[in-house]
């Protein structure tokens, strides 16, 4: 399966300030990459599709200028958390489908966010 | 909207016992299935794939089935063992690639 690598684990940062999560496909190259949310003790949350060289397609209900995404490279995705938000607290993940759309997803280990 | 149950939320079994994992969703109109496996403060495993023309699929302990026509998946795990506690999850594609996820059925084998 697809390697999915995430970048930090984890964060804890300021009431106010931005914070930038890395999304790496590493052994496979992804034209599109999805963002997912996680309460605790909730379900996943899809939150955007990210597409390579293009604008990102937003769920609806998500703000897609609180939550920037760039999507560089074939192998590299980011997602930029503004103006952070102790209700921004969560944990988001990150996945690929290995061979097309409607193929297998392969996700990242996820990033915890803490806004304090 | 599209809703997806998992029953039970919990279970806890002795080591060896066979567990039973319910996925039901409410749109019969799916692409594929994915069951996945999450630890705590970790990221998804991807258990097994089931393609919309399949009803079955196997990987060593574990069989996941699929009967679109009623909106059910079930994840059978064989012989449990204690490094099977985890969180599991159930996914359908709907519209094509979106996985929507049910909020799992939490999983701990007893010694």
């Known amino acids: 399966g697809a390697v999915v690598s995430q970048h930090p684990s984890w964060v804890i940062c300021k009431s106010g300030t931005s914070v930038k999560i890395e999304c790496r496909s590493l052994?496979?190259?992804?034209?599109?990459m999805f963002w997912y949310r996680q309460f605790p003790k909730q379900s996943l949350m899809l939150m955007a599709t990210?597409?390579?060289?293009?604008?990102?397609?937003?769920e609806q209900g998500v703000e897609k200028d609180k939550f920037l995404i760039n999507h560089a490279s074939l192998t590299l995705s980011t997602l930029t958390v503004t103006s952070a938000h102790p209700e921004d607290s969560s944990f988001y993940i990150c996945?690929?489908?290995?061979?097309?759309?409607?193929?297998?997803?392969?996700f990242g280990q996820g990033t915890r966010l803490t806004v304090v | 909207k599209q809703e997806v149950t998992q029953i039970p939320a919990a279970l806890s079994v002795p080591e060896g016992e066979n567990l039973v994992l319910n996925c039901s969703f409410t749109d019969s109109a799916i692409y594929n299935l994915q069951w996945f496996r999450q630890d705590p403060g970790k990221g998804l495993t991807s258990l097994l794939l089931?393609?919309?023309?399949?009803r079955e699929q196997t990987s060593g302990r574990l069989n996941a089935s699929l009967d679109k026509s009623s909106g059910r998946s079930t994840l059978y795990i064989a012989a449990s063992q204690p490094g099977d506690s985890a969180t599991y999850l159930c996914a359908p594609y709907f519209n094509d690639y979106k996985l929507s996820f049910g909020a799992g059925t939490t999983v701990t084998v007893r010694a």
């Open positions: 996945s690929v489908h290995l061979g097309g759309l409607n193929t297998e997803a392969f």
């Open positions: 052994d496979f190259q992804a034209t599109t």
């Open positions: 089931i393609q919309s023309s399949q």
């Open positions: 990210s597409n390579e060289g293009s604008k990102a397609t937003y």
